[in-house]
């Protein structure tokens, strides 16, 4: 059968990402630079409409003082030239002062540099005309009020003099009511050309605005919306990617693993059978081998998962030491081929190691960590010590869990990357040891998903230790008694539905040697028959199969109307897909447990035990551990 499946997602150069920082740098500094200048044109025209008639004001201001200083002139003048006795002269030569001083001050104002230029084209004619010059005869007025308020003058004198400035400053009142009413038409005009100026620099403004948004905000939006899309684009063809890879990932596995569970179920199988010494060590050779190709394909799951995000830990309860002396069994075999000493202690004596945490997760990082260190040490000691370790904040229990060997060690540059993947401390090391520097990159992930930390200390032709610290918590569960898996016999009926026959032989093999009762079957529309017709006691259904696959089988063994026993019949999926979700449907289509092939004798009676847990009937024993 030929798969051909790929995937690839080009990523975005990092060329066009700096022009697209430079792009959206120049287009915002460009939009705030119009907007700027438009703001700023705004408020210039504003300040000059404003300003127009703050001027307007102030000239109409100074010329009512003047009119109000020539009335009061005016009065008191006539009163000097018309009035005999000093009490009224008296009253009317002070009014003469007061009056006169406003009239300079505002004559000051009128008079100041440049303060002619602010008055309006009209008004600067009149004060300017040669004959009857506002501004000359005022002054000639104050001259006059200056001889009035001298007391050193004579009657005579002052009398001529006052005669003279209200003659003059009632010829002078027309004029300037004159002047005040053609500022006051000029002010008007800068109030209504104000509110013009206000409605330009408004639309100065919106013009500004509007040629930022055109040149500048549309294209980068449409550029950014672009960008967008494609970083849209991108993201479903990695995801697509991802996916394509996860079905390969899980085909592989699949048509890897079932050839493999021939491989490794025969070679169970044919351990448990008489042979001489030779044939046990090629079959435990067969095995060995086998194994580690299982365990190479199970690292390159986990990193697909831990890619696809998928890698869900499962946390429950187990004793830490126990399962630091199962691993240390595990390769007890080829410790000793390798004249190597396992070791196993705690540093903390009477410790409760009975916790709740991850077991896959840790026993899968031990075993890493050991089997590293079991194959590149030779005739020295592997140590894998256990120990609390105070917490800083005190908020949780920590464990450390160190390997250490007495190995080649690894070069001090080399440190920081052998937690890569297919990443080795030295190539040579991958001729002379194996290996595909898979195993550390999986520690790293596993302990990071624990929420723990990976520390190593390691001198080159000294060995090296490697240290997991994480998080646990103290079982509240009383410990399990371990389960005992000596040679147990079953009298059951077993269906197993298997379209691959020699998969059949396994399964087959290792139940009659358990004492059960065996038939098989190869695809789910004769599983469902037989269910019907033999009834067995447990069935093992792989999950896929031609004409009717595991899931579907299943589905109509429970809802089997004519059948009310299959309701409570086992139904145990086999399959050689690692992925979990695949369990998750198993589950869900009423099966009671999944089993991921390859199978061997040992989870097969743990399954078996599950379901048919020690008990007696009748005296007699049902099922029998010998």
Known sequence: MGIHISWHVTPTPMAELRITRKYLRLRSGIALGIVLLASITAMSVAFIGRENVATRTENTSSIDMVLLSLSELSLAFYELKETEGNRRVVSSRGQVRRAAHSAQVALDQISAPDALIGFSPNAQKILTQETLNPLLELEEILFMAEIVVDPRNSDLNIERAASLAADLSVRLLPIFNRIRQVEMDAGEQAADRQL????????????????????????????????????????????????????????????????????LGLADVLAETKLDDEQERMVSMISTSGQSLLQLINDVLDLAKFEAGKMVLEYKDFNLHEMCTEVAELFSGQAVKRDVVLQVFPQQSGADW???????????????????????????????????????????????????????????????????????????????????????AIVKRLTEAMQGRVHVDS????????????????????????????????????????????????AQKLLQNLGCEVKTVSNGVEAVAEARSWGPDLILMDVRMPKMDGVQATRAIRDEPDCADTAGLPIIGLSANALSEYEGHCVAAGMNGYLQKPINRKTLVRELLRHWPEDTQDGEQVRRCV
């Open 196 to 263: 013009l100026y206000g409605v330009g620099a408004l639309l100065i403004t919106l013009l500004g605005v509007g040629v930022a948004a055109r040149f500048v905000f549309l294209p980068m939006e449409r550029y950014v919306i672009g960008a967008q899309s494609e970083i849209h684009r991108s993201r479903k063809a990695a995801e697509a990617a991802s996916e394509s890879k996860s079905m390969f990932l899980a085909t592989m596995s699949h048509e890897i693993r079932t050839p493999l569970n021939g491989v």
């Open 354 to 440: 009975h916790v709740h945490g991850a077991p896959n997760a840790v026993r899968q990082v031990l075993t890493n960590l050991v089997g590293n260190a079991v194959k590149f040490t030779e005739n020295g000691t592997v140590s894998i010590c256990l120990e609390n370790v105070e917490d800083r904040a005190g908020a949780q229990r920590l464990v450390r869990l160190s390997v250490k060997d007495q190995g080649i060690g690894i070069a001090p540059e080399a440190l920081g990357r052998i937690f890569g993947q297919f990443e080795q401390a030295d190539a040579s090391t991958t001729t002379q040891f194996g290996g595909t520097g898979l195993g550390l």
């Open 459 to 506: 001198m080159q032709n000294e060995g090296s230790v490697f240290s997991i610290t994480f998080p646990v918590e103290t079982a509240k569960s009383a410990p399990e008694r371990p389960l005992n898996l000596r040679p147990c016999h079953f009298e059951k009926r077993v269906l197993v539905a298997d379209d691959n026959r020699v998969n059949q032989l396994v």
